[in-house]
């Protein structure tokens, strides 16, 4: 076979227009240039997404249409390059998408389901989300089947991307720097009300993360309610939004935190307990019982109790640590806070 006549070989004909080995080869090639550069083009895109301070939600809109309109492109171009007449596929190309979508209908969905959330400025890559079911991360990509995000655990969970569409979710971060929480605490009855909310003030304002106080975000103390062991309270504060982002660290610092001030301030922690009132005991009542049960006698004076040394609160300081992106590409997943 003449090898100067091989790329003029035609293989097969659609209608009345000949495909050729030189045309198919051609084509894939175009194709193949026009995937590896959607694909440099999308991780440009995404390292300057990294790095910028300010509209990386913009960005990952523009990454994400430069990479679909690119790998459009090169197909168009590469079944042109075949010799393809596209308008002459038209009611072939709408049986066989009727047929396809059909079949496919779960990932169309989902595609679609994923274009609507880059368009839809309600999520964006680094809000810090929770679902219906519990799952809460930190929204790391929006692809075309899946939505990405990395629990605090560094576990990356893949959820479809209906999920966001037609289920409740929680962005935690989608407006404002911080939120409030809440963390509940409990003193025994006959405490002091007052020492209580001045001391846990004290000891959520000395956490590195908490939010320089203003007239609309104040750190609060309520007494919630009366439980059967002592009098329940909460501690209403502003964390930063890194701390925000990892609830799990951030309520067992708050809580390690009000702990220690209650102990170094001599506050007691209510443990269940029950009281019982015996009218007599062996036919005995009043002083005779107690005489009998010996409550009267004192007791042994002991050494004065020495204060509690300082002890170390883990959570605080790994909220103090920046969480470090494992992959390395994208810098730290939380950045530092930024001074106002």
């Given at each position: 076979?003449d090898?100067?006549?091989?790329p003029?070989?035609?293989l097969f004909?659609?209608?009345r227009?000949?495909?050729t080995?030189g045309?198919?080869v ?13 694909r440099?083009a999308g ?11 300010h509209?990386?939600?913009?960005l990952?809109i523009?990454e994400k ?7 459009l492109l ?6 042109s390059t075949?010799?393809?007449n596209?308008?002459?596929?038209a009611?072939f190309a ?12 779960g ?8 274009l609507?959330?880059v368009f839809?400025?309600?999520l964006g890559?680094?809000?810090?989300v ?8 930190v929204?790391q990509e ?8 990395r629990t605090?655990?560094?576990?990356d969970?893949?959820i ?9 979710v929680v962005n935690w971060t989608?407006?404002g720097h911080?939120?409030r929480?809440?963390v509940p ?10 020492k209580?909310r001045?001391?846990?003030l004290?000891a ?10 203003t ?6 103390v ?9 009098l ?12 925000v982002?990892?609830?799990g660290a ?6 390690w935190?009000?702990a ?10 209510p443990?269940?307990?029950m009281?019982?009132?015996l009218?007599?005991l062996?036919?005995?009542e ?5 005489r009998?049960l010996?409550l009267d006698?004192?007791e042994?004076a002991?050494?004065e109790?020495k204060?509690?040394p300082?002890t170390?609160?883990d959570?605080a300081d790994?909220?103090?640590r920046p ?6 590409d994208?810098?730290p997943?939380?950045?530092e806070?930024k001074?106002?």
């Amino acid at each position: 076979m003449d090898l100067d006549r091989l790329p003029g070989l035609v293989l097969f004909a659609i209608g009345r227009t000949p495909v050729t080995l030189g045309g198919v080869v051609a084509g894939l090639a175009v194709i193949f240039v026009g995937f590896v550069v959607a694909r440099l083009a999308g991780a440009g895109l995404r390292r300057l997404r990294g790095r910028a301070r300010h509209g990386a939600a913009a960005l990952y809109i523009v990454e994400k249409l430069v990479t679909y309109g690119v790998v459009l492109l090169a197909l168009v171009a590469g079944l042109s390059t075949v010799g393809l007449n596209l308008s002459s596929l038209a009611v072939f190309a709408g049986a066989v998408g009727v047929g396809v979508g059909l079949g496919l209908q779960g990932i169309v969905k989902e595609f679609v389901s994923g274009l609507v959330l880059v368009f839809d400025r309600s999520l964006g890559v680094g809000d810090f989300v929770e679902l219906e079911d519990g799952k809460r991360g930190v929204v790391q990509e929006v692809g075309p089947r899946a939505v990405r995000i990395r629990t605090n655990d560094n576990i990356d969970l893949m959820i479809p991307n209906s999920k966001f569409i037609e289920g409740p979710v929680v962005n935690w971060t989608l407006h404002g720097h911080t939120r409030r929480i809440h963390v509940p605490f409990s003193v025994g009855y006959g405490c002091d009300r007052e020492k209580v909310r001045d001391v846990v003030l004290e000891a959520a304002r000395s956490v590195p993360f908490t939010v320089p106080e203003t007239e609309t975000q104040k750190s609060q103390v309520w007494l919630t309610g009366f439980g059967d062991s002592g009098l329940n309270f909460e501690l209403v504060v502003w964390p930063t939004l890194d701390a925000v982002k990892r609830p799990g660290a951030m309520h067992a610092a708050y809580t390690w935190a009000i702990a220690e001030a209650l102990e170094r301030a001599g506050i007691e922690i209510p443990f269940p307990q029950m009281d019982v009132r015996l009218r007599s005991l062996f036919g005995q009542e009043g002083e005779a019982a107690r005489r009998a049960l010996r409550l009267d006698e004192p007791e042994p004076a002991g050494e004065e109790p020495k204060p509690a040394p300082p002890t170390i609160n883990d959570a605080a300081d790994d909220l103090a640590r920046p969480f470090a992106d494992p992959e390395g590409d994208e810098g730290p997943i939380y950045p530092e806070p930024k001074a106002s």
